[in-house]
C-alpha cells in the first residue's frame, strides 16, 4: 500500500460533482456505441437532468454500466434504472415499436437482443456471453435451439 501511496489523489465522489455526470454520459454513450457499434442513444434534457439527480453510489463505474447497458438495449431501461430514478420514458422507441415489443413473447425478445448483442460483437461469442452476462455455454446453447451459429 505503501509503494503505491506516493503521490494521493483524492477525487470527489461523483454525487458532490453534478456537472460531471452530463460530460461522463456523454463520453461513455460515444465510447461504447463505436465499442460495440451501435447507435447513439439520444439523450432528452428530462433524462439527463434524473441522471444529474441521482447520487450514484457506485460512482463512475456505475454510470459506466448503467450507459453500456443502455446502448445495448438500444433504450434508457425503467427497470434497470436505480430505483430513485424512475423514468417514464424510453427514449428511442416510439409508442408504435413499443406497442409491437409489447405482443412480442418473451423467447423471441430475448432472441433478438442476444441476435442484437452477437452483431454488436462482431459474432464474438465469448464477448457477447460476457456483455450479456451468461455463460458461453448458455449462449451457445441458445444459439443452437435457435438454429443459428
Same mark, same amino acid.
Given at each position: 500500500y505503501?509503494? @503505491?501511496q506516493v503521490l494521493p489523489i483524492e477525487v470527489p465522489?461523483?454525487?458532490t460533482r453534478p456537472?460531471?455526470?452530463e460530460l461522463l454520459t456523454h463520453y461513455f454513450v460515444r465510447y461504447f456505441s463505436r465499442k460495440l457499434n451501435l447507435d447513439p442513444l439520444k439523450i432528452s434534457n428530462e433524462i439527463m437532468a434524473r441522471l444529474?439527480?441521482?447520487?450514484w453510489p457506485g460512482n463512475v463505474r456505475e454510470?459506466?454500466?448503467f450507459i453500456e447497458r443502455s446502448l445495448i @438495449?438500444?433504450?434508457f431501461p425503467k427497470e434497470d434504472l436505480p430505483l430513485n430514478l424512475n423514468l417514464d420514458e424510453r427514449s428511442d422507441l416510439t409508442e408504435q415499436a413499443e406497442q409491437s415489443a409489447l405482443s412480442e413473447s418473451l423467447e423471441t425478445v430475448e432472441r433478438n437482443h442476444i441476435t442484437k448483442v452477437l452483431a454488436a460483437c462482431n459474432g464474438n461469442k465469448s464477448e457477447a456471453a460476457r456483455v450479456l452476462r451468461i455463460s458461453r455455454k448458455t449462449l451457445e446453447r441458445k444459439c443452437i435451439a435457435w438454429n443459428q451459429d
Open positions: 505503501y509503494r @503505491l465522489p461523483l454525487r456537472e460531471d455526470i444529474q439527480a441521482y447520487e454510470l459506466k454500466n @438495449l438500444g433504450y
